[in-house]
Structures are given as C-alpha cells and as structure tokens.
C-alpha cells in the first residue's frame, strides 16, 4: 500500500499502459479527478473495485480510443505471449501492451482479426 494510502482500502485491481505516454497521461486524469489510487512502483494504478467502471470503462478506454478510433484487447495464456509479440512485431501490427491486474494485454486496432492470426 502506498504512503497516502488508509490501511482499510483494498487494492484488487492494477492497471498500466507500457507506454510511458500513455501512462503518464492515464495518470494525471486520475490525479485531475482526485480518486483515491495508489501507485505501484512500476507505475501502475492500484484502485478498488467501486471504481473499475469509473477508471477502465471511462479513462482507461478514451486512451485507446486516442490510440485507435476501432480497437480491440487480445488475451491470452501466460505461455502464448511471446507468440502474440512475436507475431505482432514480425506483421507490424500496431500495438500497445497493457498490464491489467498482472495479466498482459495487447491493445491493437479493431481491423485485425487475430483469431485468424498463424501463431
């Protein structure tokens, strides 16, 4: 728990843009509303179930919208992240990784059809 951070308030959910930009950005709309988060030491946003719909329905959501009008979070097996990186980085595919609640995400635009993808 951060130094701020009441010893009663549960963190159960984590979230962060790998890239600093949009982290950056993702953050100072948090501080702009004044919700009560906690910053984790790789930068990510620790916050309590009441506000999930507030912070990944609302901000976290505008900042892929302003990466990708159409977009998409891919899924996957911890094992399978590699093929997914592999994959995009061979294919050029545009991407941002995302780590919700130590799960990684791959944001990319809505006109892939991964499901199609030969990994």
């Not at 984590?14 to 709309?29: P, T």
């Not at 505008?62 to 399978?80: D, G, H, V």
């Amino acid at each position: 728990m951060g130094p701020h951070e009441p010893s009663t308030m549960r963190r159960s959910n984590s979230f962060r843009f790998c890239d600093e930009k949009l982290q950056d950005q993702l953050l100072r709309l948090v501080k702009e509303m004044n919700l009560p988060i906690s910053v984790g030491q790789r930068g990510d946003i620790r916050y309590p179930n009441r506000l999930v719909l507030l912070i990944e329905n609302e901000l976290i959501s505008s900042l892929r919208y302003q990466m990708f009008p159409k977009w998409q979070i891919i899924t996957c097996p911890r094992n399978w992240i590699t093929r997914y990186r592999t994959y995009i980085f061979k294919h050029k595919v545009p991407c941002v990784e995302e780590v919700a609640s130590g799960k990684v995400w791959f944001l990319v635009p809505g006109r892939f059809r991964p499901h199609q993808w030969k990994l």
